[in-house]
């Protein structure tokens, strides 16, 4: 049973250009949370989507937005890239109603 | 939204030592969460504490959370080289994200 998978592992992109991550869930789980965690500190919630619609949002602007298809895989797209952007991206899966929460390895963007 | 501050930042140790780290909040908890997450990787899940004055173990760990849930501690009995690792304390209210602190990063020295 794979857990919850990131891609790419590492990216490197240029101050205003844009990107795209992705996240397979666990097996069996419904629900998508993406996650910011900056170097030194702990991760910060960006959103949430389930039934393929952003269900819950945290404090970022909207360069950041996402997508989630039928098969509860998601992408994370952050537009005009920021040096202050750089950071890994963790996606979490859970099953809606459960408390369990899974983490990806996460993506590591490094804007210059 | 609920702020969690984590004590210390950073610990260093030699194996074999004893340790704990707190995660502290100027608001009641519903449920408090411990993950260690390891350089390179997602956090992992440890712990989740729902009741005021619950302790659990895992192994040398031992968390307990407050009587009033606004504090949670985690004791580690004689440290290894594999305990190294960031930990993060992270709440929940009912249906909404996970909050986290600003973790502790452990650093045990063989």
């Known amino acids: 049973d794979a857990g919850v998978t990131q891609s790419p592992t590492h990216l490197i992109k240029t101050r205003g250009q844009q990107v795209t991550l992705r996240c397979s869930p666990k097996s069996g789980h419904d629900t998508v949370s993406w996650y910011q965690q900056a170097l030194g500190q702990g991760p910060q919630f960006i959103f949430q989507y389930y039934e393929e619609e952003e269900r819950q949002r945290g404090n970022f602007p909207d360069r950041f937005s996402g997508h989630q298809f039928p098969n509860y895989s998601s992408e994370l797209n952050v537009n005009a890239l920021l040096l202050g952007d750089s950071a890994l991206y963790l996606c979490?899966?859970?099953?809606?109603?459960?408390?369990?929460?899974?983490f990806g390895s996460g993506t590591r963007l490094t804007v210059v | 939204t609920q702020l969690l501050e984590q004590s210390p930042q950073f610990l260093s140790i030699q194996e074999g030592e004893n340790l704990t780290v707190y995660c502290n909040s100027s608001?009641?908890?519903?449920?408090l969460q411990w993950y260690r997450q390891e350089p390179g990787e997602g956090p992992v899940l440890l712990v989740t504490?729902?009741?005021?004055?619950e302790v659990k173990k895992l192994k040398r760990l031992t968390f307990q959370f407050g009587d009033a849930r606004k504090d949670s501690s985690l004791h580690i009995t004689a440290a290894q080289p594999g305990d190294t690792g960031l930990y993060l304390c992270?709440?929940?209210?009912?249906?909404?994200?996970?909050?986290f602190g600003k973790g502790t990063r452990l650093s045990v020295i063989a």
């Open positions: 992270a709440s929940r209210s009912g249906n909404t994200p996970l909050v």
């Open positions: 504490v729902v009741t005021g004055g």
């Open positions: 979490a899966s859970s099953l809606v109603g459960t408390g369990n929460v899974f």
């Open positions: 608001s009641v908890f519903s449920s």
